[in-house]
């Protein structure tokens, strides 16, 4: 009897231990099914660089979340990945709600998947753009996977940034930085009363992203870069004009 009751008490102590709270800090990072651990963490080293309190949802987390209890948030923040499983591992409901939410006034960054995922993308996409759907950044048709590609940014500066199977972003929002075709790379626009930022490069790449790549812009001014863009969508402070 001693070891069953023992026994129910481990489960109910795993259980529960399983089972995370989300706080109500002002930013929420989605970091499950589909996300790139590697960007998970790179983002949460920016967050705790510049002393950003957030909370974390996984796919199970943030589909019990209903409209109300993500809008408790300012900003979420969804990772690079694979867009489509990000999708599959959400339900319909939770992308109305994320939607609903955005368009009640919480903002919303997407990176490299994260921004396909904002898009009319398949697989439970957001579609806060209107019906836009994103397509990838020209260097995918010419076989090319990653590469360090310089974004030109309205105050004149361009920087060399990690780019990984990322989107360009025509046809939707102001443009903050383009690619060198001309395409591009940050956009920011409004989605009812939230403000949205999407990305289709990885500023906040570490140095080991940067391997076997040649870049001109040193790692520090990148990340300072991806910090911008946090507080921009947090603040729903526009970065289009210099």
């Known amino acids: 009897m001693i070891r069953h009751l023992a026994l129910a008490g481990l489960v109910l102590l795993v259980a529960a231990c399983s089972v995370r709270p989300i706080g109500d800090g002002p930013i929420l990072l989605f970091t499950g099914a589909g996300t790139s651990r590697e960007d998970v963490t790179a983002l949460e080293s920016i967050l705790d660089e510049q002393h950003l309190p957030y909370s974390t949802a996984d796919s199970r987390q943030l589909n019990a979340l209903d ?16 867009f489509l499983n990000i999708g599959s591992g959400l339900t319909a409901a939770t992308a109305d709600n994320i939607r609903r939410a955005v368009h009640g006034g919480m903002n919303y960054l997407g990176v490299c998947a994260g921004a396909f995922f904002a898009g009319d993308s398949p697989n439970n996409g957001l579609n806060l753009t209107g019906g836009v759907r994103f397509g990838f950044y020209s260097a995918e048709a010419r076989g090319i996977r990653k590469a360090a590609v310089p974004i030109a940014i309205p105050s004149g500066r361009t920087l060399d940034v990690y780019w990984e199977d990322g989107p360009q972003l025509s046809g939707w929002g102001a443009i903050v930085a383009t690619y060198p075709d001309g395409t591009p790379a940050v956009v920011e626009g409004s989605a009812g009363n939230g403000w949205v930022l999407l990305s289709g490069v990885h500023p906040e790449a570490p140095a080991d992203w940067r391997r076997g790549l040649t870049f001109a812009t040193p790692v520090a001014a990148d990340r300072e870069y991806a910090a911008t863009l946090i507080r921009s969508a947090l603040n729903g402070v526009s970065l289009a004009h210099p």
């Open 67 to 82: 409209e109300s209890q993500l809008r408790r948030h300012r900003l979420l923040i969804v990772p690079g990945g694979n």
